[in-house]
Each structure stands twice: as C-alpha cells, then as structure tokens.
C-alpha cells in the first residue's frame, strides 16, 4: 500500500514566478492537509481539504497562496508570484476521516527555494 | 490559544543512555496527543497517539506516557538508528477539524 506521495521533491523557482505542489493521498483516503516548515521553525497547518472542498484555510496566507483537492486527480497547492520568504519544506498528510483514532500520515514534502 | 512546547530542543545521549522527552501543551480540549518521528530530508513518521490522561503506549525501545498538561517520551536503551527529531503534536476537541498544532521538536543524537 503505497504511501502519501508528493511531487516534485525539489522545486526551484524564481521570485514571481508560480510554484505548483502536488499531493497524492494514501489510498482509501479523502482528507488532506498541508503543513509548511519554515527553516528553523516547527511544523505550521496551512490548510485542511475534502474532495472538492475546503474545510478549514484558517493557516493559509491570505494572499497568493490557494489549494484545491479536485474530484479527480492529486490535491494542488499554488503559490503565485514567489518571494524568497515562500522557501521551505511543504508537507502532505492524509487520513481516512476524522473519527477518533484516524492519524494523519506524512508525504516526504516538497522543499521550494527562491531564488 | 492551542500551544506546544518541547524540550529540552537538543540532547545529546550515549549508546544505552536511557532519558525522557517532554511536550508540555495547552489546549481547549484534547482530542489526541500525537508523536511522530522526524528524520533529515524526510517527511514525519507516526509514532503514538494518546488520548487521555494516564495513557501509555510502547513501541520497541519507546514509551509515550499522557497527563493533563504534558506527555514524555521515554527512550530506553537508545540505539544510533534513534536518532532523530522527534515532534509532538496536539488536535483540539472543539475544532472542526483535523489541524495538528506542533511543537518545535527535540533532536535526539546517539552516539556509539
């Protein structure tokens, strides 16, 4: 059973270009969040989504970032226009519901630099 | 405010060293007490969830205990492949949803 996979594992962008992350949840499950690890800093929620909809965004920056979990496909987190304060490690979880007892699983992250 | 911390922020031990790791929080209502794992370039590893005071969990040479206001790992006989940072995190009863609120994490170094 394979795991949460994210992809690409490395990113390189320039500042104002788009940054495009892609999270693939473990099969089975429907629930999604993103965490960012920030260089010398904990583990931080960004987002929480179901298929085709956004739970709880209560951790995303109000501007330039956005994220969606479509029907089809893997879940996306965009980040427009980048600044060298978007570098960092993003992380996937996913769980199979949120009933007691269901533990959020890790992808390996994605780790975008900006240059 | 939902809060974590952790300490101590690094420790150093020897092969066979036995110590503890604590995670002291704060929170409206505890939903659950996670441990996970964390090595270098790597996504987290689930280790334990705890859900109520006086709960205990064993895995190998680790042992997650929970109290009303903190929770420790306890590391017996630790072996180099121990290490690590090791990142405790908690959920909120009263959130709707599944966010986790994690500390800043303890890195473990064994030495042979």
């Known amino acids: 059973n394979a795991g949460v996979m994210q992809n690409p594992r490395h990113l390189v962008r320039r500042r104002g270009q788009e940054a495009r992350l892609r999270c693939s949840p473990m099969k089975g499950h429907s629930h999604v969040y993103w965490y960012r690890q920030l260089p010398e800093e904990g583990l931080k929620f960004m987002v929480y989504l179901q298929k085709e909809n956004i739970i709880d965004e209560s951790g995303m920056p109000k501007e330039r970032f956005s994220a969606e979990f479509p029907k089809e496909g893997p879940s996306i987190l965009r980040i427009q226009q980048v600044v060298r304060g978007d570098s960092a490690a993003y992380f996937c979880?996913?769980?199979?519901?949120?009933?007691?007892?269901?533990?959020?699983?890790f992808g390996p992250g994605t780790r975008l630099t900006v240059l | 405010e939902d809060q974590v911390t952790q300490s101590p922020e690094a420790l150093r031990l020897q092969e066979g060293e036995s110590s503890s790791l604590n995670c002291s929080y704060t929170v409206s209502g505890l939903r659950g007490l996670f441990w996970y794992r964390q090595d270098p370039g790597k996504g987290p590893e689930f280790l334990f969830t705890?859900?109520?005071a006086g709960e205990e969990k064993e895995k190998e040479r680790l042992k997650a205990t929970l109290t009303k206001k903190e929770s420790f790992l306890h590391i017996t006989a630790p072996k180099p492949e121990d290490s690590a940072t090791y990142l405790c995190?908690?959920?909120?009863?009263?959130?709707?949803?599944?966010?986790?609120?994690f500390g800043q994490g303890t890195e473990l170094s064994v030495k042979p």
């Open positions: 705890l859900y109520s």
């Open positions: 979880a996913s769980s199979p519901s949120l009933a007691k007892g269901d533990t959020q699983y």
């Open positions: 995190a908690v959920r909120d009863l009263y959130n709707q949803g599944g966010k986790l609120i």
